[in-house]
């Protein structure tokens, strides 16, 4: 909303995880955002993860790509949330910030690499009431944390910040240091290279996918598929043999 006042479209791509049992999501995000979602200047889009990995959903990048061609200056990325493997989304945007809550016990989760090893922008939520001296503590915690670990950019140290949400305090500083990240990797030409960078990991993606799609249709894979699944289920052959066989059959045509 702070933004949308300054005159920014943006656009709010919030994926869900999906059930692995029913496969469905509850898709809430639209309905938790009350005044986001009427706001003329924003676009809120839910989607379900679908069972991808990485904490975004299959079609995110094309979607951010539609975005900005729509005139979104602003494309924000919700991930799931999936701890420490919440890494494919740093491969498709600008900034990648890491949301903590005070007091949730995450402060020696964040002493692990792993996501916050990708993380530029640390905001710690929910600094309000009772919380603030808490948050502030799991600020210099994170901070602490960042020290032992190599920046994702030598021209970037990620900074910690506290915020409230509810209070819509601590956003400005959230923004202004996301403009000051665009503008120094800009200066740099990090920002280009990156951009680059990312284009080149999405092709290899769609070729992974495309090859995945194409080994699961070919008919000498199809052929033999539920014998092994069968196999390895009864435990007469192991799963690397059984993939090792489909793998042969697949590269014989």
């Known amino acids: 909303m702070n933004l949308t006042s300054e005159g920014h479209r943006v ?11 029913s496969g469905g999501s509850v898709l809430g995000d639209k309905t938790r955002m009350e005044r986001l979602s009427v706001d003329p200047r924003a676009f809120v889009r839910p989607s379900p993860s679908g069972g991808a990995l990485g904490g975004v959903a299959g079609a995110t990048r094309e979607t951010i790509v539609l975005c900005e061609a729509a005139g979104f200056d602003v494309v924000l990325v919700e991930t799931v949330g999936v701890g420490q493997s919440e890494t494919m989304v740093a491969d498709m945007v600008d900034i990648f910030c890491v949301l ?19 993380a530029e922008l640390i905001a710690v939520n929910k600094a309000d009431g009772d919380n603030v001296a808490r948050a502030r503590r799991a600020a210099a915690d994170y901070k602490l944390a960042l020290h032992m670990m190599t920046p994702a950019t030598p021209t970037w140290h990620p900074p910690v910040i506290t915020c409230s949400g509810l209070h819509n305090t601590g956003l400005d500083d959230f923004w202004e240091q996301v403009c000051m990240h665009r503008r120094r990797l800009s200066e740099t030409g990090e920002l280009t290279e990156r951009r680059r960078d990312q284009q080149v990991r999405w092709m290899w993606s769609l070729l992974d996918e495309r090859l995945r799609r194409d080994l699961r249709s070919a008919p000498a894979v199809c052929d033999a598929v539920d014998d092994l699944v069968g196999a ?22």
């Open 100 to 118: 903590m809550l005070p007091g949730a016990g995450d402060e020696l989760q964040g002493i692990k690499k792993g996501v916050l090893e990708l």
């Open 232 to 253: 390895v289920r009864d435990g007469s052959t192991t799963p690397t043999a059984a993939a090792e066989e489909l793998w042969t059959r697949y590269r014989r045509g």
């Open 11 to 21: 656009a709010v791509l919030a994926v869900d995880p999906s059930s692995s049992r």
